[in-house]
């Protein structure tokens, strides 16, 4: 069992992986004669291959709460996945980057604390964990590809990996 | 002046403008080994013409207060456009039917009351009023077309078209 250590969620931090969904740090326009700010594309929805087409989900995960377990990722190849939290609770992302044949580099393991403002937008085939809410049930916007083609794939990692509470990161 | 009267948003109801996103009333299935309960398909989100694409924005309305007064509708004729709570902001959506001519046919104008765990997702072509969230400033997922292409119509209504507090609708 290894340790993996959890850092702050930041538009930099997670450029590899995808975007981060958030207002705090974004730039704006105004809308609707003022009266809204616009924080324009801050994700992009791929729809990659024959069959799919882009939609919009929900997500009600269960509380999870540390010590975390992580033993296996997974990934979509023909499509971007969103979790951007709307009741409030925060979450765990895990992400690696992908070897050349494709398969998790679990050198490059890196786990988030995702704050209740901020959601992820997963690149397509990007690995990453399945959903972790913290402390409470979290109810999640999902946008993401949807319809017929392999788009699943998941692996099981070469060892556990174990995230503690951090203060908070 | 003529009075718009609020009602409760519904599924049934908001079926000829578009997708009530929400948990209460919905299927799902379970995903993630049984810990996450998927609600899927809830919104379609649609990319019509050419120089257009699918991203995730935010917007940041100001807060409004009862009376309202609606002057005006606009629609995206080249996409759908959803608005989803993130701050546990309820708003009011106007909407209304189009004319064989495509303007607002303002005898099927509707407002509804949509509590901060309901989004909606406005059909390509939907006339409805801008952004209203209701006591304080809301923050809101925005799934819609961007890119190229001419994908906003504004319309001035005949007369003004006032909403009083409801106990609630």
Redesign the interface.
Known sequence: MALLVLEALSKEAFAPFGEV???EG?D?FP???G???????????E?LGEGG??????????A?DFPLSINMLERHPLGSQ?F?????VPFIVVVAPSLPNGMPDERGLRAFHVRA?Q?V?YRSGCWHH??ISLGKEG?F???DR?GSGHNCDEVVLSTGYRIEAANPP
């Not at 009266?35 to 929805?45: A, F």
């Not at 951007?84 to 409030?88: A, E, F, K, L, R």
């Open positions: 969904i958030e207002i974004s704006w809308i609707n004669n009266s809204t700010q616009r924080y324009h594309k801050l994700g992009m929805v729809v087409y882009p939609a919009i989900s929900m997500a009600r995960g269960a999870f969103s951007i939290p709307c009741n409030g403002d959601g937008n399945p959903l109810d916007i999902v946008v949807v």
